[in-house]
């Protein structure tokens, strides 16, 4: 190479250009399948947190829906005690008119009180006595009466006084 003008150099298979631009394909490549790689695993671990998530709402809306059928069955429990306890005072106040009705001469052995009917037992002196006091009262409160008088040795006589009406006599636990 004696008789060049020119001084040699060497010649190298890629300019320079072309070295820059093939680093920076590998470059992008490798980010590419670097962001792809980590897309992969957080797409998997979202998925599986997902999936506790999911299970978490299940368990949750089940513990709800039992709550919410306990807070039913307790709020029907108290209903049921406010009933009975407003039948009971009913009760009790139909007994409290039933017994301040009743005069010193007739004797009460028992007292029977349905929602819509009345049965006394005991003994009276007379009929007239009776009906001149207790079955007065009892036609004022019931629309049906009915007694039933048995002598008895003493001369005194046992009754049966049946009362019964349309309208109740003690509320029921419904209404």
Not at 31 to 41: P, Q, V
Not at 114 to 132: C, E, H, M, N, R
Not at 140 to 145: M, P
Request: with cysteine; proline share 3%.
């Amino acid at each position: 190479m004696k008789f060049s003008y020119s001084k040699p150099t060497p010649k190298h298979m890629m300019d320079l250009l072309t070295k820059v631009w093939v680093f920076y394909m590998c470059l992008s490549l490798c980010l590419i399948w670097g962001l792809a790689y980590f897309l992969r695993h957080y797409t998997k671990a979202t998925n599986r947190a997902t999936d506790v998530y999911q299970i978490e709402s299940n368990i949750y809306n089940h513990r709800d829906k039992r709550l919410k059928q306990e807070i039913l069955q307790v709020a029907q429990a108290v209903q049921n005690v406010k009933d009975k306890s407003a039948y009971t005072i009913n009760v009790k106040e139909s007994i409290k008119g039933i017994l301040s009705i009743i005069p010193d001469v007739i004797t009460i052995q028992s007292i029977t009180i349905d929602y819509a009917s009345l049965t006394i037992t005991g003994i009276v002196p007379s009929k007239d006595t009776f009906k001149t006091t207790l079955q007065q009262r009892l036609d004022a409160i019931f629309e049906n009466s009915h007694t039933e008088f048995t002598p008895l040795k003493n001369g005194w006589l046992h009754f049966v006084s049946t009362n019964s009406s349309v309208l109740p006599f003690i509320e029921q636990k419904g209404d």
